[in-house]
């Protein structure tokens, strides 16, 4: 059974800092894995999706790394912002034919001014 | 502009009423989802189509019927509704199943349902 796990559970930055959000997930049978951010009373925006048989994937200020042997992923916000302030999810796609994305239950982020 | 957009954003019911939720994309994606987020904020998937077929179908109550009229809409029905369905509703979509990097999921804003 596939179990994702994101630790912390809520971090606190000032402005300005570089920071990893990390998440781990149980079987490494997997056809890629999503990072997503997800602002109060709203849906989930898709950030990055790393193919598994990619390392990395970079958009902007956001990197996402994939190691599916050890089971992680971490995605690093550099020179983080209020604006980045938002719960941080990441899911992996199972390969298997049920096709379902497992969620992590996220990581909140506040970044203070 | 193009999204999944689904509706109502907010309702609020009675326990043993029958309620909808709605879903339209207009992101020409052939694969839609229903997500499930509770109070601890995990989101676990509840049924998902692939050009109106019924693809994945989780242990939910069958109070809970989806309908896709056709790919760019999937509706939710819910007949009798309980306390413990109280929850956010979230819809989705993706092209292929979302296996390609060019096709994250992408999901509407989701639907509070409050049942008192």
């Known amino acids: 059974k596939q179990e994702v796990t994101q630790i912390p559970a809520a971090l606190s930055v000032p402005e300005g800092e570089n920071l990893v959000l990390n998440c781990s997930f149980t079987d490494s049978a997997i056809y890629n894995l999503q990072w997503f951010r997800q602002d109060p009373g709203k849906g989930l925006t898709s950030l990055l999706l790393i193919q598994s048989s990619q390392r990395e994937q970079t958009s902007g200020r956001l990197n996402a790394s994939l190691d599916k042997s050890s089971g992680r992923s971490t995605l690093y916000i550099a020179a983080s912002q209020p604006g980045d302030s938002a719960t941080y999810l990441c899911a992996v796609l199972r390969m298997d034919s049920s096709y379902k994305l497992i969620f992590g239950s996220g990581t909140r982020l506040l970044v203070r001014p | 502009d193009t999204a999944v957009s689904q509706t109502p954003k907010y309702l609020v019911t009675q326990m043993g009423n029958d309620k909808s939720i709605k879903c339209e994309q207009n992101?020409?994606?052939?694969?839609m989802y229903w997500y499930k987020q509770d109070s601890k904020k995990f989101l676990k998937i509840m049924f998902s189509y692939n050009n109106k077929e019924l693809i994945i179908n989780e242990t939910v109550p069958n109070r809970f019927s989806p309908k896709s009229p056709d790919k760019a809409h999937l509706n939710l029905h819910i007949n009798s509704l309980e306390l413990g369905d109280s929850a956010v509703y979230f819809c989705a979509s993706s092209q292929g199943r979302g296996l390609s990097g060019n096709s994250p999921l992408h999901f509407g804003n989701g639907t509070r349902l409050t049942v008192t």
């Open positions: 992101l020409g994606h052939d694969t």
